[in-house]
């Protein structure tokens, strides 16, 4: 099983991002797909969530900022952020989750700056 996060990098405030998270070696569309992050001397929060029927939930602060979405075909998991703010800077973590039976992967983080 891999998760491979990409998209990450320096943006200064007011900026966007996209993040990508392609996996390989799971059943991509029967998973519940997060974005969590975890900035230093923090611990990791859950940013977003997509259900494997594509609803979707966010953490407070990011909500009207932060869009998850999945796209089936390629097995990848989106985090687009918007208008990012100094306080979004983290590593951003991939996961994918499944109830029955239970597995739960991680990808390797990406990294987020936020700075001007």
């Known amino acids: 099983v891999q998760l491979v996060e990409s998209g990450g990098g320096l943006v200064q405030p007011g900026g966007s991002l996209r993040l990508s998270c392609a996996t390989s070696?799971?059943?991509?569309?029967?998973?519940?797909m997060g974005w969590y992050r975890q900035a230093p001397g923090k611990q990791r929060e859950l940013v977003a969530a997509?259900?494997?029927?594509?609803?979707?939930n966010y953490t407070d602060s990011v909500k009207g900022r932060f869009t998850i979405s999945r796209d089936n075909a390629k097995n990848t998991v989106y985090l687009q952020m918007n208008s990012l703010k100094p306080e979004d800077t983290a590593v951003y973590y991939c996961?994918?989750?499944?109830?029955?039976?239970?597995?739960?992967?991680w990808g390797q983080g990406t990294q987020v700056t936020v700075s001007s």
């Open positions: 997509i259900s494997s029927d594509g609803n979707t």
């Open positions: 996961n994918a989750k499944r109830i029955s039976p239970p597995s739960n992967y």
């Open positions: 070696g799971i059943f991509f569309r029967i998973y519940a």
